[in-house]
Structure formats: structure tokens, C-alpha cells
């Protein structure tokens, strides 16, 4: 069928849906909702077979529901209606939710019901879950009610008033926190409502702020809302009954004023600061410690487990700088296989495009945060001693995606989207990329994959040689998954006769091209994007952090009304496999 998505932003779950039906064969196009004529042009110029609106702020227009079958994704389960669907759930600490595809109607989320798919709510931030849980109810949802309307012969459920649970936007008057009176788990579940988007209004230090993330911690206390310490950037709260950590924080947008963004904490925060202390947490922390952290080291006999979760998926020059230090404690270790990558959530997307905007030289910041991951890259390339896995267990995109190819093999959680590329950054892009990319996919496909600049899903990864093993795991199982396949890999006699032969293959390679090459290459290209005012990166730049809305569908989007990159007609549904090592 030729489908066309009409979403508010091109975001994660879009992306996932876009390419999950380009997979199967679909010949899929995008548009961006940016105004009821433009939704009526869109469906004129593509003639759709059917609409679907993955994330949808404003209605349809009635004569677009009228005249073509239009399937709203609703994060919620039937009968839940309005606009904070997931807000009013994690806020009231709901165990179970769902997902509804429903047919567009005259009032928001009353359609019939094509599909409806339940999922576990664990205590985790909107965000995470939006992109796990969610995502997968989500997208599986969406391909039933497609196989649905594909067959012609369903009739969908009209919803019963009895059903109908109809609730208010989530403002902020509903999220505010009393830090007198407001318990930790309280105060946590307000964070996690509103982690990413819109963040919790606050005083603190005498001016107004967006709060972003939470994490309880287990020893520090101090009086009710007094800030008690800092760590890598966040800031430690006293709570009535304990305290939290808050990473992110972004000030209140002043009348007429810019539009502001997220930073670290003690960055945002600046001179405002008071003297607190700063209190490090050891990389190697005890499982049993609830603090926050976002590196974390353990180990399982002979499997080092590296664990990394920065918000965002952004890596300052900081965090990179901690990130490589953590690697190479952990390369220090009597370990033969080290897996990097957290449990959940991002993997990474490369340099930290907020703290680059807010820096007194934004060019200069640039070129510090791109050296700061190219030297954690090349280590990785560098490590003949042992095996390392890529471990995703959520997105990757940028220079985070070329991160995880320097690993020797690279598995994936089935709901993963890749982004391999930095055109629409107006980058040329570095992490040794031209090294990486051409070497799993070949140079032909590395251009496509970098020129097209569309997301690619788990399963096309894998085809194209992007990845070694897709896991077809629920994200609270992919962890433990994780583990076990590691654990077999150190465990086989061949991994041993792999790991001697890598330093002889880094040496033939070096032979043919050193990777520094590769790396002055890069940078050679990226120095003139970083340093060269009238570059596109800097008003790209500029637009991401701030959340600019676009004029109109970007380019890229418009000619991607054909079968996604690596996609191939449905044959069944998806397995867990793997690749054989490259050994």
C-alpha cells in the first residue's frame, strides 16, 4: 500500500513506524502537520491508500477524515482521552497502560478502534517509556490495524460511551512540588511525568526553572528543599523524607525573550551556584546503591559490563572525557568481552549540540566535543585485547551510531532506530565514520546511508550488516538477554582465537591506512563546519536546540515516499537472530 504519516515532528515513534512499514514492503511518505491546508495538499499530491498520524497535536480536518481512512495513534488505552494521556499515567503510578489506533473523527480520540495493544508501565521516566513500552505497543498496534485494513473485511469498534474516561491537559498547577510537604516518591513520579517535555516549573535560588529528570538518592539529606551536592553535572534536593537528583534544568522563557533549552544542571546554573560538594560516584558502584549515576561498571566472571545513560542521548566533551576514562578502567579489568551500552533507553547521538549552543565560543566547543569522542572511538578501534559489544538498548544516531560500529560486534534491541548519518546537521561528520560504515555495509551503501539521512530500523540494520544481532526482547528483559548472550561469547573457544587475531588485523590495516588518517580526514572537513561562520551547522544548530518549527516538510522527508532504506516485502514475523562473528 502507499501510506502516508502525518505527524507533528518526525520523532522517534514516527521514525520507528515509518521504517517498520517501509520493512514490510509499504511505499511510506511523510509530511509534517503544519496547518490544515498543508495536510489537504499533502493528501491531494500523494493520493494515499491510507493516513496514519503516529503523533498528532491538532486535529484532522474533517474533510480529510470524511474522504480517506485516517488512524490516530492514541498513548493511551480505549476510552482514555486528551492530550496527557501518558503524563496522567505515570503521575498516578499506573502498573499496566496502552496503546489505541483509532479512526479520526469528529472529537479527539472517540474513533472506532482499529487496534488496541495493553503494556507494562514500569517506574520509569515519560520519555523512556514513550520510546520502549509505548513504542513497542505502539508499533504493534499500528501493524494490526493495517494488516487490518489491508484485508478489507474488518469492521472496527465503535468506543462505548461507558468507556470514555475524558481528562484535562496536564498543566502546570497539577505538577508543581511543595518541597515541604511533597514525599520523594511523589516528587519523583512529578519529575517522571514531565522528564523530557515540559519539565516541572520550580523556584529555585530565588529565579523560575524547568526541572528535567529525576532519581531518588538513598543517603543524602538535608532541610526540605535545600540543595545538598552536585555530581557530573546534576544537582542533589532535599525532599521531605530524602532527596532526589535532578540533571537538567532549563530557565523560564522571559516575555519576548529567546526561547531557552535544557543544560546540566550546575551549567544552567552557573555563577548562581552556591558552594556545595561535590560528590563523584565510584564507576564500580555497589548494585545495591539507589543514587544517580549516568556511568556504572560491573562485572560477571569474565564479561565487564560498561553502563552508560546520559539525558538525551547527548555526550558533552565532559562526559565523553568520563566515558573514556570509565573505558579504560574497565579495559584494565581480567575480563575478555566488555559490553557498553545502558539497559534501556538511548545508546547515544553523538556530541551535545544544548551545552555546544550555550558555550561563550559555540565553535570552539564543537571542536573540543568532537575530539573528545573521536578519542573515545579510536580507543574502542584500538582495544586488541578483549572483545567489545555494542550493546544498544535503545536509539543511536550520529556520532552515537558510529560509536557502537567501532565495537567488534553490535546487538540491538528489536525496537532500536538507527540514525547513521549528520547531513542534517550540516555536518560532515567525524567518530571515524569513514572508516566504520563502508567497512560493515561497503562504500555504496555507507553513501546512501549518509546522503539519505532516514532512519534505519533494527531489522534493515541487520540485513545490511549494521548490526551482528537483533533481540527480540521486551525492554525490562533485554538487560538480563544481554547477560546471558555475553557470558556465551566468552565463553566459546573461537572468541579466544578471535581476540589473538585482532591486533595483527589493527596491524595490517594501519599498514594500508593508519586510523589517524582517517581521523585528520574527518576533522579536516569538520574544522571548516565548526569554524566557518556562515556554515548551515551553526543556524541548524541553532534551530535544533530551540526547537524552531520548520516552514515545511524538510527535503529529505519529501523524497522519502519509497521503500525504506533497507527494507524488503513482509515474509513473516520477526526473529531473534544473530550474525556469525566476523571471525
Excluded at 78 to 90: I, K, M
Excluded at 354 to 365: F, G, S
Excluded at 415 to 432: A, D, F, K, T
Amino acid at each position: 500500500m502507499h501510506i502516508l504519516l502525518i505527524a507533528s515532528a518526525f520523532n522517534s515513534l514516527t521514525q520507528r513506524v515509518f521504517g517498520e512499514l517501509g520493512d514490510r514492503g509499504h511505499t511510506v511518505a511523510v509530511e509534517l502537520a503544519l496547518g490544515d491546508e498543508s495536510l489537504r495538499e499533502a493528501v491531494r499530491r500523494h493520493t494515499p491508500d491510507l493516513v496514519i498520524a503516529p503523533l498528532l497535536k491538532s486535529a484532522i480536518p474533517r474533510d480529510i477524515w470524511s474522504a480517506h481512512t485516517c488512524l490516530v495513534v492514541h498513548p493511551g488505552p480505549v476510552g482514555d482521552r486528551g492530550p496527557s494521556s501518558l503524563d496522567w499515567a505515570v503521575h498516578e503510578g499506573a502498573e499496566t497502560w496502552g496503546v489505541t489506533v483509532l479512526r479520526a473523527d469528529a472529537e479527539m480520540d472517540a474513533g472506532d478502534v482499529w487496534a488496541s495493544v495493553p503494556c507494562p508501565m514500569p517506574p520509569v521516566a515519560k520519555s523512556d517509556l514513550y520510546r520502549n513500552e509505548i513504542g513497542d505497543a505502539a508499533l504493534e498496534a499500528v501493524l494490526l490495524a493495517v494488516h487490518r485494513f489491508a484485508l478489507g473485511t474488518y469492521t472496527p469498534r465503535a468506543q462505548r460511551a461507558e468507556e470514555a474516561r475524558v481528562r484535562p491537559y496536564f498543566d502546570q498547577s497539577l505538577r508543581r512540588i511543595d518541597w515541604q510537604t511533597t514525599p520523594t516518591t511523589a516528587v519523583l513520579r512529578r519529575l517522571r511525568a514531565a522528564d523530557s517535555q515540559p519539565g516541572v516549573l520550580d523556584e529555585l535560588l530565588g529565579e523560575e526553572w524547568y526541572l528535567h529528570g529525576g532519581c531518588p538518592e538513598d543517603t543524602l539529606r538535608g532541610r526540605p528543599g535545600q540543595l545538598l551536592a552536585t555530581r557530573a553535572g546534576a544537582i542533589c534536593r532535599a525532599t521531605v523524607d530524602g532527596a532526589v537528583w535532578i540533571p537538567q534544568l532549563r530557565p523560564r522563557r522571559r516575555p519576548g525573550g529567546p526561547a531557552t533549552f535544557k543544560l546540566p544542571a550546575t551549567l544552567a546554573l552557573g555563577d548562581r551556584l552556591p558552594a556545595l560538594p561535590d560528590i563523584p560516584a565510584p564507576v564500580w558502584l555497589p548494585e545495591h546503591r539507589e543514587t544517580w549515576t549516568d556511568l556504572r561498571y560491573h562485572e560477571d566472571g569474565p564479561v565487564g559490563f560498561l553502563r552508560f545513560s546520559f539525558p538525551g542521548g547527548a555526550m558533552s566533551t565532559d562526559q565523553c572525557r568520563r566515558l573514556l576514562a570509565a573505558y579504560r578502567f574497565a579495559c584494565s579489568r581480567p575480563t575478555s568481552v566488555v559490553v557498553l551500552g545502558g539497559p534501556r533507553d538511548f545508546f547515544s547521538n553523538g556530541i551535545h549540540l544544548n551545552v555546544i549552543e550555550a558555550a561563550d565560543d559555540p565553535a570552539e566547543e564543537s571542536w573540543a566535543n568532537i575530539n573528545a569522542i573521536d578519542d573515545l572511538v579510536e580507543a574502542v578501534l584500538t582495544t586488541t585485547d578483549r572483545l567489545v559489544v555494542a550493546a544498544l538498548g535503545g536509539n543511536a544516531g550520529a556520532g552515537g551510531a558510529m560509536l557502537a560500529l567501532a565495537a567488534d560486534q553490535v546487538w540491538c534491541r528489536h525496537g532500536v532506530v538507527l540514525n547513521p548519518h549528520y547531513r542534517l546537521m550540516g555536518l560532515y561528520g567525524s567518530e571515524y565514520w569513514t572508516y566504520t560504515l563502508p567497512r560493515r555495509v561497503g562504500q555504496a551503501m555507507a553513501e546512501r546511508l549518509t546522503q539519505r539521512a532516514l532512519p534505519v530500523t533494527a531489522a534493515a540494520a541487520h540485513r545490511l550488516g549494521l548490526v551482528d544481532r537483533v533481540l527480540r526482547k521486551a525492554p525490562g528483559e533485554y538487560a538480563a538477554e544481554v547477560a546471558r548472550l555475553a557470558a556465551q561469547l566468552a565463553s566459546m573457544p573461537r572468541t579466544q582465537r578471535y581476540i589473538a587475531e585482532k591486533k595483527a588485523v589493527r596491524e595490517r590495516e594501519d599498514d594500508v591506512k593508519p586510523l589517524g588518517a582517517y581521523r585528520e580526514e574527518e576533522l579536516s572537513r569538520m574544522r571548516r563546519d565548526f569554524f566557518d561562520p556562515a556554515s548551515p551547522y551553526h543556524a541548524l544548530r541553532r534551530a535544533f536546540v530551540r526547537k524552531e518549527p520548520p516552514e515545511d516538510t524538510p527535503p529529505h522527508l519529501r523524497a522519502a515516499a519509497a521503500r525504506a532504506i533497507g527494507g524488503r516485502p513482509w515474509t513473516g514475523p520477526a526473529r531473534s537472530v544473530g550474525r556469525p562473528p566476523v571471525w
